[in-house]
């Protein structure tokens, strides 16, 4: 006999998520059911966190698949396929995956023109769904992307949240030899530092309060580093570079990082905001005018998920270097959650689900 039940990671409310024993999930026509290896924590895992429910659905259910309430969480995982619907195709058990968690509505008119990740409603697995922080995890078909023997189940981890920086880049229309500040040394805004230099930019500037991540930053490549505790950073930024930076991207998400970055900006300049931002932000329209610039906000990714598995296969993006710890799913509280909200030299924590 097969077992019925698993450990997973469940999210009952903010500041309580339980490691308990849960059903295995069945496979739907046009699922797949993955067996994890390693997933890693998420900003947005740490958000619900704190203060959640944001994207859990609580009051009522996603619209696409009925999911309500207590969620299994995890959404950057890689693992191998085990159980196929009867209607996949594509895909075969026993080939080493990872997954691009956003759900698709088939009825959205941004499906047809490629634009999925603007479909409403937005859900990901592990928010709107169980995800994988758990032995066993059912996502759709159209979400599953096939990684080379040569990538290991870590860097197949870190897929998801490289995707969201390499998007970030892309859409900040970075051309080779272009400065790039970054606000936020986070996981996001140090996988935008390797993206930033596989697009080929010549100076990044790493703003960030944290000393340990800023050396972290400089260790992957950042050209210059400044703790956001300084006086007068664009000051700072404009006598490094006259004029002031081509690109800035907010993987930081509040007023200062905002106000410092648009103030950092070269006139003609280009803000992408990564961030999911916790509260508005007051913005200077007039100045925005005047110095025509643009502010551009983005969502996850799309259409990127097979570049990004080369990027990082061919050691393009050597995300493992992010990873500063591995724990046990049973650790996942007090050495994962709780090690990130009150220690910044903690970068990317990955869970060994068979550990």
Known sequence: MSPKTMKAARWHAAKDIRVEETEIPTTGSNQVKIEVQFAGICGSDLHEYTHGPMLIPVEKPYPLNGHQGTTTLGHEFAGIICELG???KHLKIGDRVVVEPLFKNPDSPFITNGEYNLSEPLGFIGLTSNGGFAKYTVVEDYMVHKIPDSMSFEQGAL????AVAVYAVLQSGLKMGQSCLIYGAGPIGLLCVQAA??????EIIVV???EKRLEKAKEIGATTIINGKSENIPQQIKDLIAGGVDIFLDAAGVQASYDGGIASLKNGGTAVLVALFGKPVTHDAFDQVVREITIKGIIAYRNIFPQVIKLIDLGRMPVEKLVTKRITLDEIVTEGFEVLVSNPSQVK?????NG
Do not use: F, Q
């Open 86 to 88: 009867e209607d996949v």
């Open 159 to 162: 897929v998801e949240p490289a």
């Open 197 to 202: 230099i596989a697009a080929g930019a010549a």
């Open 208 to 210: 960030d309060i944290a």
């Open 349 to 353: 924590i990955l869970i060994d689900i």
